[in-house]
């Protein structure tokens, strides 16, 4: 069976850094892309970047894009998204999802960086940006 937990999230000042991660388990991580989203309190859930393990394609929202970095080991089956420079905007509840990428095309092939479906979701980690 399938599980994705999250950790790391917490309360920290505007301008700090947490590092979340998301532990895997059950399915066969190098085949699939694990993406992180996030819901702030009366949002929509919203994408903020994905990764394939392995062939390291990346992918962030312009939301986050030069202050989160995303990456993972496949040895411990964990993806790791570093935040840095937190706004209290980032305030939400982060969840990663797991599923199998698509394959492309473009002169040689390559793969999403993101799930074409999220297949599997964790719990979800709480994250606040006090002012």
């Known amino acids: 069976e399938a599980h994705l937990v999250e950790s790391g999230g917490g309360l920290v000042q505007a301008g700090g850094s947490l590092r979340l991660s998301c532990a895997a388990s059950?399915?066969?991580?190098?085949?699939?892309?694990i993406a992180w989203f996030r819901q702030a309190p009366g949002k929509d859930r919203e994408v903020i970047s994905c990764?394939?393990?392995?062939?390291?394609?990346?992918y962030y929202a312009n939301s986050v894009k030069g202050r989160f970095t995303i990456s993972s080991d496949s040895a411990k089956n964990t993806v790791y998204l570093q935040m840095n420079s937190l706004k209290p905007e980032d305030r939400a509840v982060y969840y990663c999802?797991?599923?199998?990428?698509?394959?492309?095309?473009?002169?040689?092939?390559?793969?999403?960086?993101?799930?074409?479906?999220?297949?599997?979701w964790g719990q979800g980690t709480q994250v606040t940006v006090s002012s």
């Open positions: 990764i394939s393990s392995s062939d390291g394609n990346t």
């Open positions: 999802a797991a599923g199998f990428r698509r394959l492309y095309y473009s002169g040689s092939y390559y793969y999403s960086a993101c799930p074409d479906d999220n297949d599997y």
């Open positions: 059950g399915f066969t991580f190098d085949d699939h892309a």
